[in-house]
């Protein structure tokens, strides 16, 4: 069985285009998940049991079921409510919501990673609670997880083949649809892999330039 490279050529543009259409979910994903798990954390640090108690278990709920579950749920149960909302923004929301609940943990350990000095020093200097926070807790526990948040990036990128199960129009899909065209598998599987390899190694690139930065700066 010969391989036909010009198969996988010509299939190119459309890969990429679906390459755009995964970068552009991982990006909306990543934004929410960081925004998110940074609201988690915080709310599981509350004192109230009332507020920490149902995000915990709310928490506990999406990281123990899987993505693909979340995003049919999203995508057949939102229009039943009234939400219509196109499946590129249904694929982002669930990427988001689902990665949301891990960097919430990662947020957590880089608060509790900040030396407990630092909170007594801004309770002795009598700062305002939201300025302990904005200026001396976060800015140290950000710098402490930006690794695992990059990580966190790398593996939605990986993860967004799922979206394809709801009709968004990513790489995945595309070897789908000329594959139901040509019977050529090998070909598309193939460039399909170099092209999410491609992409993977871009986005994992500053990532390992951060944790470079961050090993030299405790060393």
């Known amino acids: 069985m010969s391989f036909d490279w010009n198969t996988a050529w010509d299939a190119l543009p459309q890969l990429l285009r679906g390459l755009l259409i995964a970068l552009q979910a991982t990006v909306l994903g990543y934004l929410i ?5 940074l609201v988690f954390a ?6 109230q049991p009332w507020i920490r108690i149902p995000v915990a ?17 999203l995508f057949f149960v939102l ?7 196109s499946p590129l923004a249904t694929g982002a929301i669930g990427l988001g919501i689902h990665y949301a609940t891990y960097t919430s943990e990662v947020y957590r350990a880089g608060i509790d990673g900040v030396p407990v000095g630092q909170w007594e020093a801004a309770t002795a200097l009598s700062l305002p609670r939201w300025r302990t926070w904005t200026r001396i ?5 950000v710098k402490r997880i930006l690794p695992a948040l990059g990580n966190y990036a790398i593996s939605m990128f990986k993860d ?38 491609a992409a993977a190694l871009l986005i994992a690139w500053p990532v390992r330039i951060v944790e470079r930065r961050y090993r030299r700066e405790i060393a």
């Open 160 to 197: 967004t083949p799922q979206l394809t199960v709801i009709t968004v129009i990513e790489v995945l899909s595309v070897v789908k649809s000329i594959g139901a065209q040509n019977f050529q598998y090998l070909e598309l599987i193939t460039a399909a892999g170099l092209v999410y390899l």
């Open 42 to 47: 915080l709310l599981r640090r509350s004192g």
């Open 33 to 37: 998940a960081l925004v998110l798990g």
């Open 79 to 85: 229009p039943t409510a009234g939400i219509q909302l």
């Open 137 to 141: 807790v976060l800015p140290q526990a």
């Open 57 to 73: 278990v709310v928490i506990e709920f999406i990281r123990s079921t899987p993505l693909l579950v979340q995003l049919f749920f």
